[in-house]
């Protein structure tokens, strides 16, 4: 795929709790924001593929969401469309589809778009319920996870944490305070507003060691990229950006297959893969946007992707590295602790950031390039066994 | 595509009321038989990425499927896999992602696989609910059918059909006896029994014009194809099945948006795309699987794909044009009518036979071959507003 795939244009919307808005509003908003940023102008007409991300529809009863609703939303039914979902990775993995659907040669210009309504309904019936095995519409199929939602997930993974590597709640707290810096500069951000350790850990426990202001919060929210083949790249803007790595790495269904409780195995099959395709190493990349569905598991990705050896992570967060302004910054954009997880949306408004910074175009949370790569990061799904890893540069 | 991509093994279980069987057990035999139907055989680790066809597990609460729970299910971790959801075309659909991730020149070999418990439930909780709005998982979003199943849907073009272009109740039925003839020769059907003309129009009045024996039956299912390089083909079998053409269509979510009720522009855009990239003619068809869900739904389809004008495809019918001997056998395998429709599971049991039959392989149901061409084709959603076509052919 390297050299074959680019992006011309990036879109998303301000996630939060956007009750004003419906699925139909949101796409359109996301999708007339992502032809806008197309700088040298697109006739929509040129789109003749698409890929949806779209979780909900399906797990919280918000309606069937085939690729035609898309195509019928844009008002485009000249393209085709497929509905991706994938867990939590739906995002990143909807990128990564239509990356592959230009590097066939059917397709020159494709649109990538993911949105989810998760608050018209209470969280117990949501994301919690879905994810926990509470709600009838997963629990009862054994290859679910049985019970066990995100934080209790990922609260075992946090104790083992603490206890093979030594971690403490103060430092999947800084993972929260430096997320929520990031986002109070972000415009797009659910939450704008800066915490401290003490807030986080006074905060009540979710699942222990986990606090709420561990945990991202829940919210609305479409995203999209319109991918391009390379060498047309240059005719719809003058800064492309360019797919290098794309990978979705997997790992079993149950938790009782797992052999760590330190590090997720489908991240680092992604990455793995990501990185091979790419022809590169994680020393080579400038900055990254991971997957902090929960403070521990950003610093499980921080390892498990490359950036730092299993263990040492926490410290290199405490000495500044990941800062936005330090040695590698991770989630300049605020991350999913600040923007929520509206799941399909997430991986494709990690995307966004990506581009975003790779054009120097991210304003007061703009980082420091050097190699001109950047790294998108998604996991999520049953045991966490589903992860996506998408690296992009500014050069071909 | 086109010249990019093989088929070198199909495998499917017989569909049928699999109250004996989990989810995962249709897919693990499904699988093996695919890995068998490989003539020089394969080491399963040399496929390297899948598309998991999955629908119930969204809406109908059959648990979540996403693309890892089929890597787990096969037992190969290795490989990445996306979960393709697009209505009743996604088996179709499924396939056609899988065709794109091998031209992408990514990945060398690749499985598609579809496969649905449709049965646990009762059928008003089932398609009949969720296709109908009646159901919670899918009946509170204003871009799904509102109220319209795929009975009352097709029974509005019935009437339609009967109006406008003169066709009878006793037309529709022939489209019953001869699939249900088909389906007594093939050991895969759900139903393998002969029907009468007079027995579908003294069945129960399932929706006016359409009766019991118009309408296909609920069922259990699973089936899958390995797709791979078209210059690799022919290390795996000495009888690789190339891939001409590939291409979803759509239309509008809604009804009321449509401007006939005696053709399907989804499918009309479907075939369109496919015989384009194909660069042949309906005319060069040798035999076609057509998604006869309900059994007005198979002379549209005849129609829209371009086997017949608009108002033509009765009286090919009643003419035995279509027979299994006829002039452009359609369904010979028995189509969804003997087979019954397990969503995702349909298009690749229809892409199962065509292989089946462009090989020679399909015993007392094969066809007469010409050109060695055969098509597969889906079509549902709602409003029907997505459709697939799929051209295969024995050249390359």
Redesign the interface.
């Known amino acids: ?1 390297k050299g ?1 795939v680019a992006v011309i244009g990036v879109g998303m919307i301000k996630f939060g709790e956007l009750f004003d808005k419906s ?2 509003n949101m796409i359109q908003e996301a999708y007339l924001n992502c032809l806008k940023n197309v700088e040298k102008g697109i006739d929509p007409k040129e789109i003749k593929a698409a890929w949806f991300g779209q979780w909900s ?3 919280i ?9 898309l ?3 844009i008002g485009n ?11 939590c990775p739906t995002g990143g ?1 909807t990128f ?2 239509a ?3 230009v ?4 397709f020159d210009v494709v649109l990538a778009l993911g949105a989810e309504k998760m608050r018209d309904k209470p969280s117990a019936e949501s994301l919690g319920g ?1 994810g926990g095995g509470g709600g ?3 629990g ?5 996870m049985m019970g066990q939602g995100g934080p209790a997930i990922q609260a075992m993974h946090a104790t083992r944490q603490m206890h093979e590597l030594g971690y403490t709640m103060e430092d999947f707290a800084r993972v929260a305070v430096k997320n929520h810096h990031n986002g109070s500069l972000c415009p797009y951000a659910h939450y704008q507003f800066e915490i401290t350790v003490e807030r986080v850990l006074n905060s009540p426990v979710i699942c222990w060691p986990l606090h709420l202001f561990d945990c991202c919060p829940q919210t609305d929210g479409a995203a999209a990229a319109i991918v391009c083949r390379a060498d047309l790249a240059k005719k719809y803007t003058d800064k492309p950006v360019y797919v290098w790595g794309s ?8 938790l009782w ?1 797992r052999s760590s409780f330190v590090s997720q ?2 991240v680092v ?1 992604a990455a793995k ?1 990501a990185f091979e ?1 790419a022809g590169i190493e994680p020393k080579d990349v400038d900055f990254a946007e991971l997957h902090d569905c929960f403070t521990n598991t950003e610093l499980m990705d921080i390892e498990d992707v490359g950036f730092a050896r299993s263990g040492e992570a926490a410290k290199k967060l405490k000495d500044g590295e990941f800062d936005m302004h330090g040695k590698l910054p991770i989630n300049p954009s605020g991350g999913l602790k600040a923007h929520g997880h509206p799941i399909a949306a997430t991986g494709l408004g990690q995307i966004f950031e990506v581009v975003t910074q790779l054009r120097e175009q991210a304003d007061k949370r703009q980082v420091k390039l050097k190699n001109g790569i950047g790294l998108q990061q998604n996991v999520g ?2 045991a966490f ?2 992860a996506v890893v998408n690296i992009l540069s500014r050069s071909r």
Chains 1, 2 share one sequence.
């Open positions: 795929m074959k699925l139909e529809g399906g797990f009863g918000q309606g069937a969401q085939g690729g035609q609703s195509a019928s939303m039914l000249d393209i085709s469309c497929s509905r991706i979902e994938n867990a993995d990564r589809n990356c592959l659907g590097a066939s040669g059917v879905a009838a519409e997963t009862n199929h054994p290859s679910w990978h979705l790495g997997l790992d079993h269904n149950q297959d195995p489908s099959r893969g395709m799904g049953p066994g589903a």
